[in-house]
């Protein structure tokens, strides 16, 4: 293993299952600056879940990552395949002789640390650090699935060398399921690119209301359409709905039976940053969260914001006077998107003031900065072990 000093590479190997959404930014981000700083990077992910968008950038990293880029098939649900994702994890954990091995959500993070004896048994000392990412966290302590999480992490907490949350409220709901034991924790937040901090303006023809994520019910696009239903008789307001997901259709329906065909587009997922001018002030009705990077990227871009008060979000505007609401409350989102509507310089100002507090605390450099300082932590008590 390669010695600990801060000005020597190291050589890393990411885990992850589906190569979409905020863990695949968050993995591209860090696997990047990683690369940047001189470091031997590698990414193993699920070939089978990539879309053009994916593949566009998977594509752009993979010149830096000197450790190579591994497509190998991992079903989303457990099962017998997922012998076989290991059995390869193993193989090319091997082949590179790392330092770490950091597996993030369910399935990277159980790839990762199930590898460890395998490796161990070899004569190596590589340390596995795992990221959780949402998911398996909104499970609640004493139903089924939260005791299979409580236990199965038990397990796999013995083969672990660093827990990362992006959040306290990733750490605070992982303690609740699986206990405050084990091995040693850091909160670390997301952060974002210095070319996410450009100002992204609305279009001329920019909706009042702008949503930005799967279209499921977890993420409360129907409590918006409920609220755009009360609003619309005394204002007729506009609203453009980005994303896909399982519950489309369910949404379209919603509207269609609300009346809502003139005030409501559907025109499918994008990058947020290209949807961000589509419309002024960006909702985010989530009955769940964990760290959202839509609410990061809105705070960066200057965009005003109505959130609701779950997860990390209040991480994200503590300090600033961007208010957050009930989560499930139609009423509280149809009263601040009324207080926007009626107030459009004092919501500006809020998201400029939350824009310089985003850009205080949330960068990739600074998230870098801690990953790599908890990685060097981890091995020097290896070594000293």
């Not at 269609?256 to 559907?266: A, G, P, R």
Request: aromatic share 6%; net charge positive.
């Amino acid at each position: 293993m390669t010695e600990t000093r801060a000005d020597v590479p190291l050589r890393i190997l990411h885990v992850m299952r589906a190569p979409v959404g905020g863990l695949f930014r968050h993995v591209l981000d860090l696997a990047g600056e990683q690369a940047q700083r001189g470091h031997y990077v590698g990414i193993v992910a699920d070939r089978t879940s990539a879309d053009a968008l994916t593949v566009q950038r998977l594509s752009a990293i993979e010149p830096k990552l000197k450790l190579g880029l591994y497509l190998i098939p991992m079903s989303r649900r457990p099962g017998l395949g997922d012998l076989g994702a290991l059995r390869s994890v193993v193989k090319i954990a091997r082949a590179l002789d790392l330092d770490v091995l950091h597996g993030h959500g369910a399935k990277g993070g159980a790839y990762a640390r199930l590898a460890k004896p395998w490796l161990s048994f070899r004569g190596g000392r590589v340390a596995v650090f795992y990221t959780p990412h949402g998911g398996s966290l909104h499970y609640k302590p004493g139903t089924a699935a939260g005791t299979a999480f409580m236990v199965l992490e038990r397990i796999m907490g013995m083969m672990t060398d660093g827990l990362i949350f992006e959040s306290d409220f990733a750490r605070s709901a992982y303690a609740r399921l699986a206990g405050t034991g084990g091995a040693p924790r850091r909160v670390i937040p997301n952060g974002l690119r210095p070319s996410d901090f450009d100002v992204r303006p609305p279009n001329p023809d920019a909706a009042n209301f702008l949503f930005i994520g799967e279209l499921r019910a977890l993420k409360g696009v129907d409590i918006l359409l409920d609220a755009l239903a009360r609003i619309v008789p005394t204002h007729p307001v506009r609203a453009v709905i980005v994303g896909g997901g399982p519950d489309a259709e369910t949404f379209k329906a919603q509207a269609k039976s609300l009346k809502l065909d003139l005030h409501v587009t559907f025109p499918g997922a994008m990058p947020a940053l290209d949807a961000f001018p589509l419309g002024h002030c960006l909702v985010v009705p989530s009955r769940a969260e964990s760290f959202p990077y839509v609410v990061l990227e809105a705070g960066a871009a200057g965009k005003p914001l109505i959130a609701t008060n779950v997860g990390g979000i209040p991480e994200i505007v503590a300090g600033t006077q961007t208010g957050l609401i009930p989560a499930g409350s139609v009423e509280a989102l149809a009263r601040a998107m009324e207080g926007v509507l009626a107030d459009p310089d004092g919501a500006q100002a809020r998201a400029a003031e939350l824009r310089a507090a985003v850009q205080n605390k949330f960068t990739v450099a600074a998230m870098t900065d801690g990953v790599l300082d908890f990685y060097r932590t981890a091995l020097a008590d290896r070594s000293d072990s």
